[in-house]
């Protein structure tokens, strides 16, 4: 389908016809089981040998864990897990680029024009609100000459190129493309960005990087919650997990170890609080502490302190709520207050951890219990960043291989590891 060109100074207006969306990551391989030896099919081209070496390696990790041994005399997956690159992309393609995948919240696309950006993996994405109030999230990559186009967050009535002015409407057509006079066999149609699937649930804003889907597909609410909640989405809605919470502020941490090693650190049932945390510990009841698994999903729960022990102040709260959703978002409930943790893997030993705060609206303008709990919540912080740069330093040591795990506490990073196992084994995807 051909565009229509209309000159204007030294570069064209676009004037298009009805979108289509041209089907650029067209699979070539059809969907079957098969074994992980059948290939492992990277996004970057065709396999060559050095990656064939790389899967053959990823295999064997894969290998050293069975999830099918019971808790009480499994061993946990071994160190190579946690240090190894190509066992880090095998994750990104097998675990990061399918499924639905948290990556913002509503608030920070509140108003026609809000948009952000991130990356996970090596996908550089750009999420906004367009004038109608419709969601949209796309590949922050410009079609000309693979420039980033927006960086950060803010509000933009269009995407303008930083490179050569390529400009996109916040629909993801391409509008303008500067100085391109007398180019040949340009379909506008083909240069606009490339969607992806883009969905909320509650107060989240959430991607799905598969490319067995349709990004054009309106994604249904009922069917996002299945996806990515299963049948625990009921319990997270009604403990207070909802859209109506006030957003306060954003932390961010970069941590020198694995993603596994956080998402470890937080799935251990409280085991490390009263060692690592006595400052926390004694705002909970632990022997209280309670994991309930679902598909995947596993909550965490412990009640709070005595009356005796409370204060005016009482962050925790009577109840504290504790969500991991598979395979790297943490949602934490307690009290009048809800923090999540998205962690994002930046390399083989390496992680970023955002953290993002939200309050009961009636407690919004409460100035000094936000500047307490921002407080003990980074008191808390810092101590798993020491905790987690320990464990990554001990992995790297050759006295360490695999160890074991607390069966009445570690029953949530068991189910962790089942379902990264599962995943991995998982069919090749172009």
């Given at each position: 389908m051909?565009?229509?060109?209309?000159?204007?100074?030294?570069?064209?207006?676009?004037?298009?016809?009805?979108?289509?969306?041209?089907?650029?990551?067209s699979?070539?391989?059809?969907?079957?089981?098969?074994?992980?030896?059948?290939?492992f099919?990277?996004?970057?081209g065709?396999?060559s040998?050095?990656?064939?070496?790389?899967?053959?390696?990823?295999?064997?990790?894969?290998?050293?864990?069975?999830?099918?041994?019971?808790i009480?005399?499994?061993?946990?997956?071994?160190?190579?897990?946690?240090?190894?690159?190509?066992?880090?992309?095998l994750?990104?393609h097998r675990?990061?680029?399918?499924?639905?995948?948290?990556?913002?919240?509503?608030?920070?696309?509140?108003?026609?024009?809000?948009?952000?950006?991130?990356?996970?993996?090596d996908?550089?994405?750009?999420?906004?609100?367009?004038?109608?109030?419709?969601?949209?999230?796309?590949?922050?990559?410009?079609?000309?000459?693979?420039?980033?186009?927006?960086?950060?967050?803010?509000?933009?009535?269009?995407?303008?190129?930083?490179?050569?002015?390529?400009t996109?409407?916040?629909?993801?057509?391409?509008?303008?493309?500067?100085?391109?006079?007398?180019i040949?066999?340009?379909?506008?149609?083909?240069?606009?960005l490339?969607p992806?699937?883009?969905?909320?649930?509650?107060?989240?804003?959430?991607?799905?990087?598969?490319?067995?889907?349709?990004?054009?597909?309106?994604a249904?609410?009922?069917?996002?919650a299945?996806?990515?909640?299963?049948?625990?989405?009921?319990?997270?809605?009604?403990?207070?997990?909802?859209?109506?919470?006030?957003?306060?502020?954003?932390?961010?941490?970069?941590?020198?170890?694995?993603?596994?090693?956080?998402?470890?650190?937080?799935?251990?049932?409280?085991?490390?609080?009263?060692?690592?945390?006595?400052?926390?510990?004694?705002?909970?009841?632990?022997?209280?502490?309670?994991?309930t698994?679902?598909?995947?999903?596993?909550?965490?729960?412990?009640?709070?302190?005595?009356?005796?022990?409370?204060?005016?102040?009482?962050?925790?709260g009577?109840?504290?709520?504790?969500?991991?959703?598979?395979?790297n978002?943490m949602?934490?409930?307690?009290?009048?207050?809800?923090?999540?943790?998205?962690?994002?893997?930046?390399?083989?030993?390496?992680?970023?951890?955002?953290?993002?705060?939200?309050i009961?609206?009636?407690?919004?303008?409460d100035?000094?219990?936000?500047?307490?709990?921002?407080?003990d919540?980074?008191?808390?912080?810092?101590?798993?960043i020491v905790?987690?740069?320990?464990?990554q330093?001990?992995?790297?040591?050759?006295?360490?291989s695999?160890?074991?795990?607390?069966?009445?506490?570690?029953?949530?990073?068991?189910?962790?590891?089942?379902?990264?196992?599962?995943?991995l084994?998982?069919?090749?995807?172009?």
């Amino acid at each position: 389908m051909a565009m229509i060109l209309k000159p204007i100074g030294t570069h064209l207006i676009l004037r298009r016809p009805k979108y289509t969306n041209p089907n650029i990551h067209s699979c070539k391989h059809k969907h079957h089981h098969r074994p992980l030896t059948a290939a492992f099919c990277s996004i970057h081209g065709p396999n060559s040998s050095s990656e064939d070496i790389s899967l053959h390696q990823a295999q064997k990790m894969v290998n050293q864990f069975d999830p099918k041994v019971p808790i009480e005399e499994a061993v946990t997956p071994p160190s190579s897990w946690y240090k190894h690159p190509s066992f880090l992309e095998l994750e990104l393609h097998r675990v990061f680029y399918r499924g639905w995948q948290a990556v913002g919240h509503i608030q920070q696309i509140k108003d026609p024009h809000d948009f952000f950006t991130g990356r996970l993996g090596d996908v550089e994405f750009v999420v906004c609100r367009d004038d109608s109030g419709k969601i949209h999230a796309f590949h922050n990559v410009c079609r000309h000459h693979a420039s980033l186009l927006a960086s950060g967050s803010g509000q933009k009535s269009c995407f303008v190129c930083p490179y050569h002015a390529w400009t996109y409407g916040l629909d993801g057509h391409l509008v303008k493309a500067t100085r391109i006079m007398g180019i040949q066999n340009f379909n506008v149609n083909e240069f606009g960005l490339i969607p992806i699937k883009v969905a909320t649930w509650g107060p989240f804003i959430l991607l799905n990087l598969d490319k067995r889907i349709s990004p054009l597909r309106e994604a249904d609410s009922d069917t996002v919650a299945d996806e990515w909640l299963g049948s625990c989405s009921e319990i997270l809605s009604t403990n207070g997990v909802d859209s109506l919470l006030s957003y306060v502020c954003r932390r961010e941490y970069t941590i020198e170890c694995n993603w596994k090693v956080f998402c470890d650190n937080y799935l251990d049932g409280g085991y490390h609080v009263p060692y690592a945390h006595k400052g926390l510990a004694f705002g909970l009841q632990l022997q209280s502490y309670s994991t309930t698994i679902f598909e995947n999903v596993s909550i965490q729960s412990c009640e709070g302190g005595t009356m005796e022990r409370k204060d005016e102040y009482d962050r925790l709260g009577s109840k504290a709520l504790y969500a991991f959703v598979y395979p790297n978002f943490m949602i934490n409930r307690y009290g009048p207050w809800m923090d999540t943790n998205l962690v994002l893997p930046l390399g083989p030993r390496k992680c970023k951890v955002v953290f993002d705060y939200f309050i009961e609206a009636s407690r919004k303008d409460d100035k000094a219990f936000i500047e307490k709990s921002l407080e003990d919540s980074e008191r808390v912080q810092i101590e798993d960043i020491v905790l987690c740069e320990g464990v990554q330093k001990g992995l790297e040591s050759p006295a360490y291989s695999t160890g074991r795990f607390a069966p009445t506490v570690e029953k949530a990073m068991y189910h962790f590891h089942g379902l990264l196992h599962q995943n991995l084994t998982n069919d090749c995807l172009v």
